[in-house]
Antibody, heavy 116, light 108 residues
Framework: QVQLVQSGAEVKKPGASVKVSCKAS????????FHWVRQAPGQGLEWMGI????????NYAQKFQGRVTMTRDTSTSTVYMELSSLRSEDTAVYYC?????????WGQGTLVTVSS | EIVLTQSPGTLSLSPGERATLSCRAS???????LAWYQQKPGQAPRLLIY???SRATGIPDRFSGSGFGTDFILTISRLEPEDFAVYYC?????????FGQGTKVEIK
């Protein structure tokens, strides 16, 4: 069955960077796009961007332009999301999700806490 | 950017009742590329509806979606105890993808 398994929780200081991974299994990795979505504590869902694992092109929400980089490693069926210049407002659960007519499969989420 | 506005913010209902959730877009959603998700505390969202009205795999038929253009509805025909959760709409017809702010369905 389809599984997206994300890396563990992170605690970072303001100004640092974080890189979250999402390992896919149970289907052909390069067949479907991946998205990253975040959710601040007690808040709604926020779309961050999309990456095509077949070719690695990416498109980011304007809010995160210049701070986010999405990459992939086809040899391990893993996508990555790196967010730099972290601030307290970036404290959130970060999700990867696969796109098939909407987001049909999601990772379990990775809590990133930004605190001095 | 398409802004999605969900109403009501909170819906207080009893098990067995019908729930009607609204999602209004600031501009027309291309090709009805509108999805609905359910999220329970501590869990990732789950896709319920895509293409405005198609149920995702394994979703019970008490969940139904309708609408086109700028106005969309998610209906839960008879609420089961496991349906009390937060529901989000999302448009994926144009970039950036956007979500509504959510509707919480709580037990009355």
């Amino acid at each position: 069955q389809v599984q997206l398994v994300q890396s563990g929780a992170e605690v970072k200081k303001p100004g640092a960077s974080v890189k979250v991974s999402c390992k896919a299994s149970g289907y052909t990795f390069i067949s479907y796009y991946f998205h990253w979505v975040r959710q601040a504590p007690g808040q709604g869902l926020e779309w961050m961007g999309i990456i095509n694992p077949n070719g690695a092109s990416a498109n980011y929400a304007q809010k995160f332009q210049g701070r986010v980089t999405m990459t992939r490693d086809t040899s391990t069926s893993t996508v990555y999301m790196e967010l730099s210049s972290l601030r307290s407002e970036d404290t959130a659960v970060y999700y990867c999700a696969r796109e098939i007519e909407g987001l049909d499969s999601w990772g379990q989420g990775t809590l990133v806490t930004v605190s001095s | 950017e398409i802004v999605l506005t969900q109403s009501p913010g909170t819906l207080s209902l009893s098990p067995g009742e019908r729930a009607t959730l609204s999602c209004r877009a600031s501009q027309s959603v291309s090709s009805s590329y509108l999805a609905w998700y359910q999220q329970k505390p501590g869990q990732a969202p789950r896709l319920l509806i895509y293409g405005a009205s198609s149920r995702a795999t394994g979703i019970p038929d008490r969940f139904s979606g309708s609408g086109f253009g700028t106005d969309f509805i998610l209906t839960i025909s008879r609420l089961e105890p496991e349906d009390f959760a937060v529901y989000y709409c999302q448009q994926y017809g144009s970039s950036p993808w956007t979500f509504g702010q959510g509707t919480k369905v709580e037990i009355k």
